[in-house]
């Protein structure tokens, strides 16, 4: 299991409240891999982060789905009378021509 290397400095506490059972069975398999209980924690919650990070933040598309956005993308529409209109309320509401 990777850990944080120990000369990072620690700024932040993390706390949580479990019952005995929930934390003799995470003790358990922090021992089992060779990591403190807080090395454990971390890598632990580290990991699943990362996993719900990629799953909302990646987009994934099939090849016909990126060709197609690679399209649209090389060749916009024409802006509709709906979305000619809606930048211009955006650009007088911030008021794009003062700044």
Known sequence: MATQPNS???ETRLVARVSTDIQ???QRAADYSGATLSQFLI????EKARDV???TETLQL???GAEA???ALE?????NHKLVA???RYRDSVNVDNH
Request: glycine share 0%; charged share 25%; no cysteine.
């Open 24 to 26: 003799e069975m995470i």
């Open 75 to 79: 060749n916009p529409p024409e802006p």
């Open 53 to 55: 990070l990629a799953q």
């Open 62 to 64: 099939s090849k016909a």
């Open 86 to 88: 809606a930048a211009q």
């Open 43 to 46: 890598e632990s919650a580290l």
């Open 69 to 71: 956005l690679v399209a």
């Open 8 to 10: 990072e400095r620690k």
